[in-house]
């Protein structure tokens, strides 16, 4: 019942916020730079030889690169990658807060791709410690209350652009609340790399998965503690269950057999 998972939750809530965070930050990054790139791409001295739209395509190219990047160095450890990831996003950011480097298309558009390249692996690592913090009774529930925290920042994060702005056009940006913003970017995406660091076990890093709060639920249902978790250990407690309850009938009828 929904009070019952409530009550399972209250030993997550610590959890539940240090996830909230790590996605929330890494939310507001993702959603701040894709609504600045266009100002960003528009801003700068090109001299006519690439257009704002040719710039973003280009680096349209960096989160198949970076999921590429991911893929090979996942043997370090999901925690690892989203440090490695949110320091190279954060150096980055720090360089385009320079108002000399992002005014020139062959300082920036490197800048811009390192940034993006970050972008699917941090996704895909902060997805995976999501899925395998919480036991499968509270997955569900712990996976949609953290996505929706985050979405809160991921609102806040185009609302300030907009804010800042003088007006609708690139232009609308001076050069010290452009700087401000892309430090905020900074500051998120550091704040989420070094959160992941503090959540607890080894979530992401391929452990077999709990299917319940409860551990002695776990050691009724699962006859050994090395299975628990796995798709098969689940359909080995349903077909155990079957068995079971086909060999009752037998066992009673022998009974009535005996006491006649």
Known sequence: ??????????????????????????TFFVAGT??????????????????????????????????????RLLWLGVRSLIVSFALLAAVSLSLVAQDVVRSEALSLVPLIFA???????????I???????????????????ISTNAKLLCIIAPTIVELLKADNSAEGWSSGSLSMYIY?????????????????????????LEDFVDNGVRKLLSGT???????HDIWGISDTESQNSQERPSQNSEERADEH
């Not at 929904?2 to 890494?26: Q, T």
């Not at 739209?53 to 349209?60: G, R």
């Not at 550091?190 to 890093?205: F, H, R």
Request: glycine fraction near 10%; proline fraction near 5%.
């Open 184 to 208: 905020c970017l900074m500051a998120s995406i550091g704040m989420s790399g070094i959160l992941a660091v503090l959540i607890p076990g080894t979530s992401g890093d391929g452990k077999p």
């Open 1 to 26: 019942t929904p009070k019952a998972i409530m009550i399972d939750m209250g030993g997550y809530s610590w959890l539940v916020f240090l996830m909230s965070m790590v996605e929330g930050g890494k």
């Open 34 to 71: 894709s609504y600045l790139l266009k100002d960003l791409f528009q801003r700068v001295h090109s001299h006519g030889a690439i257009t704002p739209a040719t710039l973003n395509i280009i680096v349209s190219f960096a989160p198949f690169v970076g999921l590429a990047v991911g893929e």
């Open 225 to 231: 503690v090395e299975d628990y978790g796995a798709a």
């Open 115 to 125: 940034i993006k390249v970050t972008w699917s692996p941090l996704n895909a690592c």
């Open 127 to 145: 997805s995976l410690m999501k899925l395998e913090a919480f036991a499968t009774e509270i997955r569900v529930t712990a996976f949609s209350i």
